[in-house]
Structures are given as structure tokens and as C-alpha cells.
């Protein structure tokens, strides 16, 4: 056994503005004595959100998980819901917890989207919302899935979980859809360490979700469908704070996507990612497709890396995999997401010499029989 690195290389590592600014921002909500119960603070970073969206009707949240419930709530889902079967299970789980049912569907082979076509043919008397992913920032075929919405009846709710500051199209990624969510989790581009939004569109879901984020209390007696899905004053400060530094991050990031390219640009079982073309930019995650003939698959590839103190996860299988999920049918693209897909360090600070071990580290993986095996 390899013992561990002294210089672990993380996932990502959190944007977190200098103490100058990040203190006082939270020194002024103890001073304040208002530390949630949707105080003033948490009103800002929902105007803040607003104004860089471009929508109007934004209610934070706890997480992004509860983020995608209490939109499923909002909009009183009751029956199934449509979502690619390829996710991370809070997509499933939160569905759950609103009291609807997720139904499984096959993912677009390229873009690691929903496929419009086995959404169709999973629609039912029983469909209630279609629910795609934007994967790892990467635009779902929206215009597909709302035709596909719109001739159901029933709403496109699109997970935007890692999309602040992806464009579309010449729009916010988080302007598709009649709901969108957002995650603001330490992991994100732009985060409150926790926290979520929901983003209403074509559909007015703010005040609903406030009312259901306070444990649905209100006139008449509290919602069966409420919870504790606050988000306190402490992470609204950050969160303010972490947005006013995205633009700068973006930047950093592209710069560190580029030196990930010709890193592994000799590196032949292994290539980026393709994303949508007319979206951009591409600074959610750093994910990794291995060729067939890969030396290791998704999940022998991050059990190599680790003991060598580099954190990879391979989203779609293994532990992050929802047993039992009921599925519209087969979906192989999904199995094989599993199997290939890894996502490698990535964040604005990364450092040139970081990224140069990584990729040694997996060209001497493939050189190593016992590692491949």
C-alpha cells in the first residue's frame, strides 16, 4: 500500500473571499442579532441572484437538494417525474421527499444530458414534470425537452445545480426551464458553503417556496409539504460575498482548463468532455471520458489515484448510484457514463505544477499493470 501524499490535490477547493472582506460581512450579522428566520441578508444575495440571472422570482434555500423539493412542492408535483438516470442521487432523492415518484431515462451519449427521445417515449398519464440535469454546467437540449413539456402538459424543471455563469444560447443557463434550481454548496463556482436557490421563469414559485422553506406555516395552518429548508444569515453573507469573487474565479478557471488540455493532450484513453455547442463557459467540473480500451475504468481510476493524493469521483456509479430507481426502460449511455466518466480536480487555483502531476500520475497508472489490472 502507497502511502498517502503529503500534497493532497482535492476535488475542488472552495472560492472563499480574503478575511478583510469575508469578517466584517459576518461580524455585522452578529452584531445584527438576526441570524436567520429570512432576515435581510438572505433578501440580498435573493436580489443579488436575481439581478445576475436576469429573473426576478428567486427564493434561496437550505441546499440544493432541498432546493429541487421544494420546487417539485411549489408546483404541487404529484405522480411521476421524468429524470436522466445518469445524476447525482439528490436529484431522485428530492423528488422523493416532495411526495412524487422519479421515473429513470436514458442520457444523451455526448453531452451527458437527458435524451429527449427517451424522455418522450417515458411520458405517461402518470407524468407529472420532466426533470433534466444540466451535467457538470453542460446545457441539457432544452429546446427538445420543453417541446416535449409543453405537448405533456406538465412543467420542465431543470436542475442547474453547478451552472452560475454558464451562458446558453446568449442567456443564463438558469433562465431555461419554467423552474430552475441552483446549488450554492462550498463545492460550486459560486457557493454560501450551503445553500440553494429556486428560479422561477415561466412559472411564479418564489413566494411558494418561502412559505415552504418555513415549515409551511402561513394563513389557514402550516403546508403538509413545508420544512426547514431556511438558509441562515451567516451563509447569506458569504454567499454575497463568494458573488461578488465569481467573475474572477471564471477567469482563473478557464486559465485552468487550458493547461488541463495540453496536460493531457498525450494522454489517448483518456479526453475532456464535449459541451453543448453555443454554451459557455465550461467551468463547472473537469470531467474526463476513458475510451473503451481505457486501461481502468471510472472507478479502478479513482481508487488508483488516491493513495498518490489526488481526489477524483466518478459521479455516476458505485457509492453515488441509486439502488432500486425506478426506470422508463434500459439505459446503457447511463451504464457506460458509469463506467467512463471521472471528474479530476479542479478550481480557479490550481496550479501549473498540480495539474502536471495529475497527468503523470495517470500515465504512470497505465504503465502499471497492477494499477490497470
Known amino acids: 500500500m502507497t502511502a498517502p501524499h503529503d500534497d493532497p ?4 477547493r472552495p472560492l472563499l473571499p480574503a478575511w478583510q472582506t469575508l469578517g466584517p460581512a459576518l461580524g455585522e450579522v452578529i452584531e445584527s442579532q438576526v441570524l436567520t428566520n429570512d432576515g435581510p441578508r438572505v433578501r440580498r444575495l435573493e436580489a443579488l441572484l436575481s439581478a445576475g440571472i436576469g429573473r426576478a422570482d428567486v427564493a434561496v434555500t437550505g441546499s440544493g437538494t432541498v432546493a429541487i423539493q421544494l420546487a417539485c412542492a411549489a408546483l404541487g408535483l404529484r405522480g411521476e417525474v421524468i429524470v436522466p438516470a445518469a445524476a447525482f442521487p439528490a436529484v431522485a432523492q428530492a423528488v422523493l421527499r416532495a411526495g412524487a415518484t422519479p421515473v429513470a431515462v436514458d442520457i444523451e451519449d455526448t453531452y451527458l444530458t437527458a435524451d429527449p427521445d427517451a424522455v418522450a417515449a417515458a411520458v405517461t398519464s402518470r407524468t407529472c414534470a420532466i426533470l433534466p440535469v444540466h451535467t457538470f454546467g453542460c446545457p441539457a437540449d432544452v429546446t427538445a425537452l420543453q417541446a416535449v413539456a409543453a405537448s405533456a402538459g406538465v412543467p420542465l424543471v431543470c436542475d442547474a445545480a453547478p451552472g452560475w455563469g454558464v451562458y446558453y444560447q446568449g442567456r443564463p443557463l438558469l433562465s431555461y426551464g419554467d423552474v430552475a434550481t441552483l446549488s450554492l454548496h462550498a463545492t460550486k463556482l459560486t457557493h454560501a458553503i450551503e445553500g440553494g436557490a429556486v428560479v422561477g421563469n415561466t412559472r411564479e414559485v418564489a413566494a411558494a417556496v418561502r412559505r415552504l422553506r418555513n415549515f409551511g406555516t402561513g394563513p389557514g395552518g402550516a403546508l403538509s409539504a413545508g420544512t426547514n429548508g431556511r438558509m441562515s444569515e451567516l451563509h447569506a453573507a458569504v454567499g454575497a460575498a463568494v458573488l461578488a469573487e465569481a467573475p474572477a474565479e471564471i477567469t482563473r478557471r478557464r486559465a485552468v482548463r487550458a493547461l488541463y488540455r495540453q496536460a493531457l493532450a498525450g494522454i489517448d484513453w483518456l479526453r475532456l468532455c464535449a459541451f453543448r455547442p453555443g454554451a459557455g463557459p465550461n467551468v463547472a467540473a473537469l470531467a474526463v471520458r476513458l475510451a473503451p480500451d481505457a486501461p481502468v475504468d471510472a472507478e479502478r481510476l479513482c481508487d488508483a489515484l488516491q493513495p ?21 426502460g434500459p439505459a446503457p449511455r ?9 471528474c479530476l480536480p479542479f478550481w480557479g487555483g490550481l496550479r501549473e505544477s498540480q495539474i502536471a502531476r495529475i497527468a503523470d500520475t495517470l500515465r504512470m497508472i497505465a504503465r502499471t499493470p497492477a494499477l490497470a489490472g
Open 334 to 342: 447511463a451504464d457506460e457514463a458509469a463506467r467512463r466518466i471521472v
Open 9 to 12: 490535490i482535492v476535488v475542488v
Open 308 to 328: 498518490r493524493g489526488i481526489h477524483a469521483r466518478a459521479y455516476f456509479g458505485g457509492r453515488y448510484r441509486i439502488a432500486r430507481l425506478a426506470a422508463a
